[in-house]
């Protein structure tokens, strides 16, 4: 394939699976950018010998330019080249799967030189939703979801005009504690919450599934994508992850995509869309699926559903309080220091607390969440 791609969040969970596919597919990795694994980071780089990698950690990048030293791979650090790499001149399709809120500055960049953007760094959208949009439109930016909902979705919107759509139908697994109720989910530990059923991912990601606050997100994610007020977005509880979201059209048709649970396909669609090839996926087979089914969720045991879906309607700063309240509490769950049932009622309490603010700028989502990591961290402190 003649394609050139640079990868952003190359190590991690989707980053891996994206290198795989472009390994695979034969495609060009010009630039590749990473925190600090350093051993995975030398495996792609000697594989796909891009021009420069990234190292967001000083020490990681100072020890493996020495592990490069045979090579005539630039290893660089820091966030200008960082930002360099999300905006290469010559790159066709940049690849941003870096984790968390970190994700937002290459997000901005690719979109402002123009650039077609695989994006699996969600909460790019949940912080800055409309801005990240603007950007797009003003500079000619195109945005692939990278997240397999929203690929579907994606997919599924090939079907029909946009104009015709009436209501996306986002699937979701339920995570491992479906069906609990509020008091049971109390006492879980990380080590429960970590075990997702369908999907391999991150541990940050794995908690959100868990507490159904990635659904949220997601929510949120596909108001902005696809142009889709919130309430026009239903939550579909599908435990076997076989369809991966649904468009409802006018009419009353409805479009889904189905595949088995593999993330190597959405990175790999998003790499040839809107052309399709033959990849590393298996063939799906339904006689060996038996049944597909489907359940309304639980609002009550999962409350930061309901909670996305209040903040994507005020909209503001609200997002982005909420994904930072979140990223702290998660983290603190993570370590040990808060109960999984505190990390809804953390996030609630911050979210009540940060007076929101229309239309706010990029510093003002920082600034709102800057506020709001605070918050979080000092009530999780309280419970300590
Ligand atoms: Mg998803």
Not at 25 to 43: F, N
Not at 91 to 114: K, R, V, Y
Request: proline share 4%.
């Amino acid at each position: 394939m003649n394609t050139k791609i640079v990868i952003l969040g190359s190590t991690g969970s989707v980053g891996r699976q994206t290198a795989e596919v472009a390994a695979d597919l034969g495609v060009e990795v010009i630039a590749l950018a990473a925190s600090r694994d350093i051993k995975t980071m030398e495996t792609q780089a000697r594989r796909f010998k891009p021009r420069f990698v990234t190292m967001s950690d000083e020490r990681a990048a100072a020890e493996l330019k020495i592990q490069l030293a045979d090579t005539d791979i630039d290893v660089r650090c820091g966030r200008e080249s960082l930002l360099e790499s999300a905006s290469q001149p010559d790159a066709d399709i940049i690849f941003n799967s870096i984790g968390q809120s970190a994700g937002l500055e290459p997000t901005l960049s690719a979109l402002s030189a123009g650039k077609r953007l695989a994006l699996a760094n969600k909460e790019s959208i949940v912080i800055a939703g409309e801005l990240v949009m603007r950007t797009a439109k003003e500079s000619g930016g195109e945005i692939i979801p990278v997240d397999s909902e929203h690929s579907a979705i994606y997919q599924c919107l090939a079907a029909g005009r946009r104009a015709d759509v009436s209501r996306l139908l986002l699937t979701a697994s339920g995570g491992p504690f479906y069906g609990m109720k509020p008091n049971q989910l109390e006492a879980i530990t990380p080590a429960q919450a970590l075990a997702h059923p369908t999907w391999k991912m991150g541990q940050k990601i794995t908690i959100d599934s868990a507490t159904l606050m990635n659904k949220g997100f997601e929510v949120i994610e596909a108001m902005h994508l696809f142009g889709v007020a919130p309430d026009s977005i239903e939550v579909l509880i599908h435990r076997e992850s076989i369809i991966h979201s649904m468009v409802e059209y006018t009419d009353n048709a409805v479009i889904a995509q189905l595949s088995l649970p593999d993330m190597r396909l959405c990175a790999q669609y998003a790499m040839t869309a809107p052309e399709r090839v033959p990849g590393l996926m298996q063939r799906l087979d339904l006689t060996e699926i038996v049944s597909l089914t489907f359940a309304k969720p639980d609002y009550e045991s999962f409350p930061l559903l309901r909670l996305a879906y209040d903040c994507a309607k005020e909209g503001g700063v609200l997002p982005a309080v909420l994904n930072a309240a979140d990223e702290v509490a998660v983290s603190q769950f993570l370590d040990g220091y808060i109960g999984f049932g505190d990390i809804s009622r953390i996030v609630k309490r911050v979210v009540a607390k940060i007076p929101n603010k229309s239309a706010p700028s990029l510093s003002e989502l920082k600034a709102a969440s800057d506020e709001a990591v605070l918050e979080a961290a000092a009530l999780c402190k309280s419970l300590h």
